[in-house]
């Protein structure tokens, strides 16, 4: 099955710096790659995500981009705030048989020091 | 619309004792799952349904856990009997399609005594 890597486990920024939280995958099928943020005792929402068909997405100060080649995404956040800081998990859809299944990484700490 | 909506939100119970989750899912959305969240182990998917059928159980632990779902409004986790190693925030999530996010419910913290 998929098997997601992410990376790393815990980040640790400035206020204003930028922050980069890197993701691999195992199968070459997988078309979907959805970003997740979870707050201290929240659920996890999404905050932007790509299909494998783009090799960049962005929505104002988080961007997403994709090699599929490599079977590596990655998530951009820059001039982070404070109410960045939480945990970020990436994911990805597996193809064939799986299809509707998302495997999660195992999340990025991300903390924004004002 | 309500999101995806669990039942209870917390639940202490002693070892052995049956638990029973509730979701109730975003109305039209054809794909419901269940996920397991821990330190250790992070997000587990353990089962998830499309138009009320079972697709994939593989990530089920064990015989104790079952779940079901009567109709598309509707849909239990149990774990009978319950073990302290159950511990963890049980979350529901649906969506409308093959290839879109999930909308996740609030999640259940279960605790195991």
């Known amino acids: 099955g998929e098997n997601v890597e992410q990376h790393p486990s815990t980040l640790s920024v400035q206020e204003g710096d930028s922050a980069v939280i890197k993701c691999t995958y195992s199968?070459?099928?997988?078309?979907?790659f959805p970003w997740y943020k979870q707050e201290l005792g929240k659920r996890p929402q999404l905050i932007i995500d790509?299909?494998?068909?783009?090799g960049e997405k962005k929505d104002q100060r988080i961007a997403v981009t994709l090699n599929k080649t490599a079977k590596h995404f990655s998530l951009h956040i820059t001039e982070t705030q404070p109410e960045d800081s939480a945990v970020y998990f990436c994911a990805a859809k597996a193809g064939g048989t799986s299809y509707g299944k998302l495997t999660f990484g195992q999340g990025t700490i991300l903390t924004v020091h004002p | 619309d309500a999101g995806v909506i669990q039942s209870p939100r917390h639940e202490v119970t002693e070892m052995g004792q049956e638990v029973t989750l509730r979701c109730k899912p975003i109305s039209g959305h054809d794909y419901l799952f269940w996920y397991r969240q821990t330190m250790m182990r992070g997000l587990e998917l353990l089962i998830y349904?499309?138009?009320?059928?079972?697709?994939?159980d593989s990530g089920m632990p064990e015989d104790r856990f079952s779940a079901k779902m009567p109709n598309a409004s509707f849909s239990t986790l149990k774990i009978q009997p319950s073990e302290p190693r159950d511990s963890a925030v049980y979350f529901c999530?649906?969506?409308?399609?093959?290839?879109?996010?999930?909308?996740f419910g609030s999640g259940t913290r279960l605790t195991v005594v």
């Open positions: 790509i299909r494998s068909n783009v």
């Open positions: 349904f499309n138009n009320n059928v079972p697709i994939d």
């Open positions: 199968d070459s099928a997988s078309n979907y």
């Open positions: 999530a649906s969506t409308p399609r093959v290839v879109g996010g999930y909308t």
